[in-house]
Structures are given as C-alpha cells and as structure tokens.
C-alpha cells in the first residue's frame, strides 16, 4: 500500500538535512511560528535535492508557543496571515525553482480549523486565493466536512507520534502521554490509521527529541511490511 511520510521542517531544529532524505513531503515553515528566510530556504533546497514535495505550514506568529497555543481570529484575520505567509514562500519556491503543492496549517490554527467552521473556512479561504491547493487535516473533521462541500480538495493526514482521542482528535501536547515514543506503536497505529481512517499522508515532528532515529525506524518498519513510500501529491 502506498503510504505518504510527511515532517513539519523549515523551523530550524536543526534535523532537516537528516530526516528530509527518510520522508516524500514537507510541510515547510512560512517563518511565523519557527524558523527564518534562510531555514526555510535550506528546507525548501533539500526537498528539492531529494525529490520530496513541499506544502506550506503557515500558523501563528506565536513563537514563544511554536504556534501551538490557540487564538482569537476571524475569519478575515486567517485569510490574512494565511496569504502573507505563503505568498512569501511561494515568492522564495519559485526563485529557488521549487512548487509549492499543497497546504497544511500549524498547530492550533491546524487543531482549531478541524474543529471550527470560522477557522476551517479561513484555512479553505487561503488556498483557495493560493491556487487552489489541496488541505491537509483530519478525518472526519470540520475541515473536511467543509472542504467537501465547496468541492476543494482534502487529503486524510494521521499522525505517527501523536496519541488520539476517541472522537478522533489529537490528545493535547499539554496532556500526559500525548506523544507516541516507540516506533513499533507508531507502525501499529499508522496502518489503522490507513486501514480504518483512510489516510492518504502520515506525519512525524522533526523538533521533538530522537526525531532523526525515529522517523528512520518507523520508515524502516514501515517499508519491512510492505508498504511503498511516495507523496500523495
């Protein structure tokens, strides 16, 4: 089965160069959560040298949070940031020569836009004005329910070392036992997310600790069982 392996990269944790060559997409940081001009440039040079395909990660100018602590916006203030943030880095793709192929949002702007109607419709609003880029998101979520209806383009994502919860959303980082460490648990939740939530991409964080050697060993397991690893996109 074909399986997507994306990383949240450009923010300037410094395992880009490792882990870009273990993974076929990157979400590459547009410099308001994490990162630089020149993150960013190096995250968006790499992909191209290993023949990964970029998306944009925009999110919340919140860098003492790393965007992850939720906020008070409207619709009209996402459309906002949202098209400041990847009308840069697709500026920066194309004069490095590299496509800009699809969009997932960061953190809580991500968590917000799966469970809110105003942040769902602002995500849908910025790639809609961004070239109508697929979304990445949840099953099941408001933003896919959304994005059905106004016939955009929606793409399953899971998450390899994150925990769920049972309506499906993903256990606060603020919560206990949030974070998957094992690789072999992360394999085993990869294929139900694949059997059962119908994912079509799986994600792993680059900042978090031993990321490099994790990402390698579920990559690894992953391709022992059969599957093959290739971008959705």
């Given amino acids: 089965m074909l399986i997507d392996l994306n990383a949240d ?57 790393c965007g992850r602590v939720e906020l008070d916006y409207d619709e009209g203030e996402i459309l906002r940031i949202g098209v400041y943030q990847l009308g840069a880095l697709k500026a920066l793709a194309e004069v490095l020569g590299v496509e800009v192929a699809y969009l997932k949002p960061h953190g809580a ?71 998957i460490h094992d690789p072999k648990e992360a394999v085993e939740q990869v294929e139900w997310l694949i059997g059962q939530q119908k994912v079509r991409t799986v994600c792993v964080h680059g900042d978090t600790p031993g990321a490099v050697e994790f990402v390698r060993a579920v990559r690894g397991f992953l391709l022992d069982r059969g599957h093959e690893l290739k971008a959705f996109v």
């Fill in 109 to 179: 702007l991500y968590n917000q836009a799966c469970r809110l109607e105003t942040y769902a419709t602002g995500v849908l609003a910025v790639a809609g004005e961004c070239g109508e880029l697929p979304v990445l998101g949840l099953p099941g979520s408001v933003l896919e329910r959304l994005a059905r209806e106004e016939k955009a383009t929606f793409i399953r994502e899971g998450f390899a070392d994150r925990r769920y919860r049972p309506d499906g959303s993903l256990v606060p980082r603020s919560e206990a036992n949030a974070m």
């Fill in 9 to 65: 990269l450009g923010e300037g944790a410094g395992t880009d160069a490792d882990l870009m060559p273990l993974i076929t997409s990157a979400n590459v940081s547009c410099g308001f959560h994490a990162g630089d001009v020149n993150s960013v440039a190096s995250a968006l040079e790499l992909a191209d040298q290993h023949g990964v395909r970029v998306g944009a990660h925009p999110g919340y100018a919140d860098r003492a949070n």
